[in-house]
């Protein structure tokens, strides 16, 4: 679909409830990649499901961990799918075959996982109660470096080109660091009121533009420009562009996100199933969207490039829209929609051939607008899949997975990818040991690394998995999730 004609004038963010997609277990979390062609739903059961957004059907299932996955990223170029679970395993996901490609081990459960947005060999994992931790894949691991005050709630963010890391502490405090030189480029404190400070609890960045928004547990969302950051420098006092909250439910927010364009901010309620969008430039509170009540939010994500959110509660994936109206003056300008029919009574000229009522000037454009030619071998490049310090489209991206049709009854001589032989050039020893060498490539992929933290808590709980173990202490035990089998 070309994306020009996807014009909403004016209008860019959702309306109305627009379906579900049910991953058959609980989803727990979901991200878009690059294209938003792809949507990849970690569940409970350690199962990652990728949905083919335009169809609406499932693309492929990987079964990629056996604990549920908490956190997930798309490399740039969508070949990659990095994944955390809650049994403290990161793994990095080919997504074409769904094998595993490396496997990383922690000591403590892992809150979130990020690729490099322009760097496909590094990413970033934010382990529970330490700091944030950056991975070179087939290399080695640093730890980021920590405030004076060593407070040890880190959340961490990559900026939107990769130069820069961003991370935050319960006390409020901002530290931008250097990618390769894990340097602390800025600095600034979060403060509210006159002296307290308040938790950063998550950080997230636009795609376009240099936004990014803070959420910190006082219930409000900072808007901030990453420029003026970095510009201000150590120990810098910024204003933020924007501050956002519920005054009258005084809200929590679970999960927050920039729309596409950047010009719509979109938080989830962490009391029920509500999404607030408010608009980035005025401040203003645009639409609050309410899903089933009594349900809690677990993610919220924004598609990259339409106007359409994907929310996650109750283990189902819900997908808001805009209202799609037929508009048929979109299409000619002078049509008009009758309530009732009308004589209509055809001009002399109306349908010869060769307009004789025509003036001049007119006949001139006509031949002016004939002249113009359509070039229609050149693919121009689509401006909402290009950054800003880009000409052309990543060539090699992947936007989309191919299905193979599942045959019954295959016919004689049908062979399938799984039983080809190996390369008839291949015979005796040299096929054995063709197939050891694909065995033993395997291996290699397969073998986790264990990633060491020193003084790292070990002992800690997943806050998903406690999360779960208080809602099931508050079930009553006459309920439906009442676990186990009834007593005979």
Not at 327 to 333: G, K, L
């Amino acid at each position: 679909m070309n994306l020009e004609l996807l014009e909403s004038f004016g209008q860019n963010y959702p309306e109305e409830f627009d379906g579900s997609l049910d991953c058959i277990s609980l989803a727990v979390t979901c991200a878009f990649n690059k294209y938003g062609t792809l949507l990849a739903v970690g569940c409970n059961d350690g199962r990652i499901v990728i949905w083919d957004f335009l169809t609406r059907g499932i693309a492929k299932i990987i079964s990629a961990h056996v604990h549920p996955v908490c956190s997930l990223s798309w490399t740039r170029n969508g070949h990659k799918l990095l994944s955390a679970s809650t049994d403290n395993n990161v793994c990095i996901w080919d997504v074409l075959t769904g094998e595993l490609e490396h496997k990383y081990r922690f000591p403590s459960p892992v809150l979130k996982v990020q690729f490099d947005p322009r760097n496909d060999s590094r990413l970033l994992v934010c382990p529970m109660r330490y700091a944030a931790v950056l991975v070179k894949i087939a290399g080695s691991h640093r730890c980021l470096p920590l405030d004076s005050d060593g407070d040890l709630n880190i959340v961490a963010s990559f900026d939107r080109r990769g130069k820069h890391i961003y991370t935050g502490n319960a006390k409020g405090k901002i530290l931008v660091l250097d990618v390769e030189t894990f340097e602390v480029v800025a600095s600034f404190r979060i403060i509210v009121g006159t002296s307290s400070a308040t938790a950063v609890k998550s950080i997230e960045f636009a795609r376009r533009g240099d936004a990014f928004l803070i959420n910190t547990s006082d219930r409000v969302i900072r808007v901030y420009d990453s420029k003026e950051i970095i510009a201000l420098g150590k120990d810098g006092e910024p204003e933020p562009i924007q501050k956002l909250q519920d005054l009258v439910n005084k809200t929590t927010w679970k999960k927050c996100c920039f729309s596409g364009d950047g010009e719509y901010i979109c938080a989830g309620s962490a009391r029920q199933h509500a999404l607030y969008i408010w608009e980035k430039s005025i401040g203003n509170l645009v639409k609050i969207l309410h899903g089933t009540k009594g349900e809690l939010l677990l993610d919220v994500v924004w598609h990259p490039v339409r106007p359409i959110i994907a929310s996650i509660s109750s283990g189902l994936v819900s997908i808001w829209a805009q209202n799609q109206v037929e508009n048929w003056s979109a299409f000619a300008p002078d049509f008009k929609e009758l309530d009732e029919n009308v004589e209509y009574e055809e001009r002399e000229s109306e349908f010869d051939i060769a307009d004789e009522d025509k003036s001049v000037d007119l006949n001139a454009d006509a031949q002016q607008d004939e002249e113009i030619e359509v070039d229609v071998q050149k693919v121009e490049p689509v401006a909402a899949f290009c950054s800003s310090d880009e000409e052309g489209e990543d060539e090699n991206a992947l936007q989309f997975l191919p299905m193979a049709p599942e045959v019954e009854d295959p016919e004689d001589g049908w062979t399938t990818q799984d039983n080809l032989d190996p390369p008839s050039a291949l015979v005796g020893s040299d096929s054995r040991d063709y197939e050891e060498d694909i065995m033993a490539s395997k291996r290699r992929r397969m073998q986790p690394y264990d990633v060491s933290l020193p003084d790292a808590p070990t002992d800690e709980t997943h806050p998903l998995i406690s999360s779960k173990a208080s809602k099931d202490k508050q079930q009553p035990i006459g309920g439906k999730k009442a676990a186990g089998r009834a007593k005979k």
